[in-house]
Nanobody, 114 residues
Framework: QVQLVESGGGLVQPGGSLRLSCAASGSIFSFLASGWYRQAPGKQRELVARIDRGGITNYADSVKGRFTISRDNAKNTVYLQMNSLKPEDTAVYYC????????WGQGTQVTVSS
């Protein structure tokens, strides 16, 4: 049984930064991949960033160059550093871990507004 808990969301001004954390109750290395998804009101959940077991990362085009996903296996934690935030980044951000099934956190709200 794996539990994922996100933290670090909040309200920031455009151009600001946030760092999201996803703490797992089990080893994140057991995941085929770990990642961050987001869902804005009225929209489907979309992939933001992903990191696989080999450390290979993938980013949505909309966040490339602004967001960075990283992990600390010893701490069983995945991070998402978000810089140069835009209002369109406003969404609930979810942590994901993939094995033979998907594990999801409860989500953390990120609001970018002046």
């Amino acid at each position: 049984q794996v539990q994922l808990v996100e933290s670090g969301g909040g309200l920031v001004q455009p151009g600001g930064s946030l760092r999201l954390s996803c703490a797992a109750s089990g080893s994140i290395f057991s995941f085929l991949a770990s990642g961050w998804y987001r869902q804005a009101p009225g929209k489907q959940r979309e992939l933001v960033a992903r990191i696989d077991r080999g450390g290979i990362t993938n980013y949505a085009d909309s966040v490339k160059g602004r967001f960075t996903i990283s992990r600390d296996n010893a701490k069983n934690t995945v991070y998402l550093q978000m810089n140069s935030l835009k209002p369109e980044d406003t969404a609930v951000y979810y942590c994901n871990g993939r094995t033979m099934k998907d594990y999801w956190g409860q989500g953390t709200q990120v609001t970018v507004s002046s």
